[in-house]
């Protein structure tokens, strides 16, 4: 049998294609997500170790998506979105961020305002609620211990600014895109 050469620019991956065309991840980074999924995906021996290839998957892309998502900003905001995403779940002060930047309060606020679009608290608040959805898709925890994980001060308070942002209740969210399994019984 003749050797086969690997094809140093393969084809983007169909099942990955549509995804990334719709969340602007360049075509360029499909092909290693893709190759190491269905790496994982061929040597699976176990419902367990599927459960790791769509982790993995999701990880993944996940990781590109951040990646790109920072290309365009200064190394302080890099520095500022990493810390937040990495701490969604404890309460993040202003003063800490300006001590990790090195930067004023004000300025950094500034800086950050004209980078992103949207203040320090909106973009906390943001991903704080992507958080909370993907708690919803992917678990059966309790709204209100979503809430508490979170950071949000009541069960309430987390139900109005997840409505506001998402256009629908937590529960009618976990309702329409629920998808946690359920170890069998």
């Not at 320090?120 to 898709?137: C, D, S």
């Not at 925890?141 to 942002?165: D, R, W």
Request: hydrophobic share 30%; net charge neutral; with cysteine.
């Amino acid at each position: 049998h003749p050797k086969t050469r690997k094809d140093p620019n393969p084809a983007p991956d169909p099942l990955f294609r549509p995804v990334c065309d719709h969340d602007g991840l360049p075509s360029i980074y499909i092909p290693s997500i893709s190759e190491e999924v269905n790496l994982k995906n061929e040597r699976a021996d176990s419902t367990d170790s599927l459960l790791g290839v769509v982790e993995l998957m999701i990880d993944s892309y996940c990781n590109s998506i951040n990646n790109v998502s920072l290309q365009n900003h200064s190394v302080n905001i890099v520095k500022v979105k990493r810390y937040i995403v990495n701490n969604i779940d404890k309460k993040i002060t202003l003063t800490e961020l300006s001590e990790l930047t090195n930067l004023d309060e004000s300025y950094l606020c500034r800086l950050f305002k004209r980078e992103c679009r949207m203040t320090i608290n909106e973009y906390i608040r943001t991903q704080r609620i992507n958080e909370a959805k993907w708690l919803l898709e992917s678990s059966d925890k309790q709204i209100m211990e979503i809430a508490h994980m979170l950071g949000f001060s009541s069960q309430s308070y987390f139900c109005a600014v997840f409505k506001k942002l998402v256009g629908v209740s937590p529960a009618s969210y976990r309702l329409n895109h629920g998808n946690y399994y359920r170890p069998e019984s």
